[in-house]
């Protein structure tokens, strides 16, 4: 894993880049300090971008939320999500897993993420008795959104009747602006943990990795994907066959030694330590997405 201070020293290996969002793009509030003019410059060279989130979330209901943060439609080709390709494979059910579930689903997540489901031929109840499976999208602001414990009822409820439970984000925790928060990933392993039939979807499972490359339309060896998590954005890279360039000054700064607040860039060697023993080699590292 090589280190680089920013894009502009990669640019000339790769034709199309899949970006993540939260954690490298920006921080749920605003953009980080030099991405709008990384991604500007990637346009002028000529260069594809597609967005990859993990967002429990359809991309119509994403790109306004980048629109109002400043991170404009000129800027990227395309966007993907964990809750776009859910929505696709419920409404397909073409793999297998998905054929064999029935039509009545809990919901555990909040209204906010109704998307992943409208329109669909589902029938929504509240009762774990009731239901085919659990379509699980993350917390809810009103019940708090830094502990599984307000969840844990209803989780012990569906676990009761062993519904298989949809997660439509993996990633375990995000930040917000400087707020750690779960995420849907959270409670899947809770669940998992208890001998539940989880399936997956989003970074760093292949569904949404194809459907991202096909946005891209590129060979793959051509193709570089820089994300802030090693479990997710560069665990799916590998996964994936792709390129991977990990972003140090997102979800593990800290433990990397980094802060934005105080302008420290993240440790490097140390970087290189937590990529080797989690078993992926990275081609590169950047302390965030500049060029």
Request: aromatic share 6%.
């Amino acid at each position: 894993m090589k280190w680089h201070d920013g894009l502009s020293t990669l640019n000339g290996d790769y034709d199309g880049y899949i970006l993540d969002l939260w954690g490298v793009v920006h921080n749920g509030v605003q953009p980080y300090p030099g991405v709008l003019e990384c991604l500007q410059r990637l346009r002028e060279a000529g260069r594809r971008v597609v967005l990859l989130s993990n967002a429990p979330r359809r991309t119509a209901t994403v790109e306004p939320n980048l629109r109002r943060m400043g991170i404009s439609a000129d800027l990227y080709d395309a966007i993907m999500t964990s809750g776009e390709c859910t929505h696709r494979m419920l409404a397909s059910r073409d793999d297998p897993w998905f054929a064999a579930l029935g039509r009545r689903m809990i919901h555990l997540g909040p209204e906010k993420d109704v998307d992943v489901y409208a329109g669909l031929d589902l029938d929504v109840v509240t009762d774990p008795a009731h239901a085919d499976f659990v379509l699980n999208t993350g917390p809810d602001a009103e019940l708090g959104e830094e502990d599984i414990a307000p969840y844990l009822p209803l989780l012990e409820r569906c676990a009761a009747q062993n519904l298989p439970m949809i997660c439509a984000n993996p990633d375990q925790q995000v930040i917000r602006g400087t707020q750690r928060l779960i995420c849907a990933g959270a409670m899947a392993s809770w669940y998992a943990e208890h001998d539940r039939d989880v399936r997956w979807i989003g970074k760093p499972y292949p569904e949404v990795y194809g459907l991202a490359l096909s946005l891209l339309d590129m060979p793959r060896d051509r193709v570089l994907a820089l994300g802030d998590a090693l479990a997710t954005d560069m665990r799916g890279a590998a996964t994936a066959g792709i390129d991977g360039c990990w972003v140090l000054g997102g979800i593990h700064q800290e433990m990397l030694d980094g802060s934005w607040e105080q302008g420290r860039n993240p440790d490097y060697d140390l970087a290189v330590a937590e990529a080797s023993a989690a078993g992926l080699a990275p081609v590169a590292c950047v302390p965030s997405l500049r060029w």
